[in-house]
T-cell receptor, first 113, second 113 residues
Framework: KQEVTQIPAALSVPEGENLVLNCSFT??????LQWFRQDPGKGLTSLLL?????REQTSGRLNASLDKSSGRSTLYIAASQPGDSATYLC????????????FGAGTRLFVKA | EAQVTQNPRYLITVTGKKLTVTCSQN?????MSWYRQDPGLGLRQIYY???????DKGDVPEGYKVSRKEKRNFPLILESPSPNQTSLYFC????????????FGNGTRLTVT
């Protein structure tokens, strides 16, 4: 059974710091991995999608990597800003029948001004 | 504007009173899915649909029904809501299983008393 874990559960950093959020999954049979941002009480905003055959994707200050063989992904945020404060979720799209997406519980990030 | 629209945003109801949460997407997406989000548990998949008239259970389908009579709409039906169905619900869609990101609606906060 696919399980997705995100560490740490919460993180507080000063503005300007570079940071890494971690996501691990137990089954490498995935189509892709997607990172989302969620603001309190709001919906999920897609940040980056990495295909299973890719190693990384970049968008602005964000860089996501994927190591499928070890079941790990990282989201790197450069030069963090208070506006980056949110919960970050990763999700894997499972292979093997159906349309199954498994989410991690998220990392709550607080960037202090 | 491409979007997934859920209604209502907030709903308070009583135990046993049937309700429907609507979800509509204007992107001609094949795949649609419902999730519930609970503190400490993350997002869990309730039901999904891979095309018109094709639906299947996710990880937590008990107490819910869905239908997919047209491509754009995927309503979530609670025939007899109970307090343990109090949660934040999200609808999502994507054009393809393998290579395309999930797009989320803004969520429906349901309270069952």
């Amino acid at each position: 059974k696919q399980e997705v874990t995100q560490i740490p559960a919460a993180l507080s950093v000063p503005e300007g710091e570079n940071l890494v959020l971690n996501c691990s999954f137990t089954d490498s049979a995935i189509y892709n991995l997607q990172w989302f941002r969620q603001d309190p009480g709001k919906g999920l905003t897609s940040l980056l999608l990495i295909q299973s055959s890719q190693r990384e994707q970049t968008s602005g200050r964000l860089n996501a990597s994927l190591d499928k063989s070890s079941g790990r992904s990282t989201l790197y945020i450069a030069a963090s800003q208070p506006g980056d404060s949110a919960t970050y979720l990763c999700a894997v799209r499972r292979k093997g029948g159906g349309f199954k997406t498994i989410f991690g519980a998220g990392t709550r990030l607080f960037v202090k001004a | 504007e491409a979007q997934v629209t859920q209604n209502p945003r907030y709903l308070i109801t009583v135990t046993g009173k049937k309700l429907t949460v609507t979800c509509s997407q204007n992107m001609n997406h094949e795949y649609m899915s419902w999730y519930r989000q609970d503190p400490g548990l993350g997002l869990r998949q309730i039901y999904y649909s891979m095309n018109v008239e094709v639906t299947d259970k996710g990880d937590v389908p008990e107490g819910y029904k869905v239908s997919r009579k047209e491509k754009r709409n995927f309503p979530l039906i609670l025939e007899s809501p109970s307090p343990n169905q109090t949660s934040l619900y999200f609808c999502a869609s994507t054009v393809g299983q393998r290579y395309s990101p999930l797009h989320f609606g803004n969520g429906t906060r349901l309270t069952v008393t």
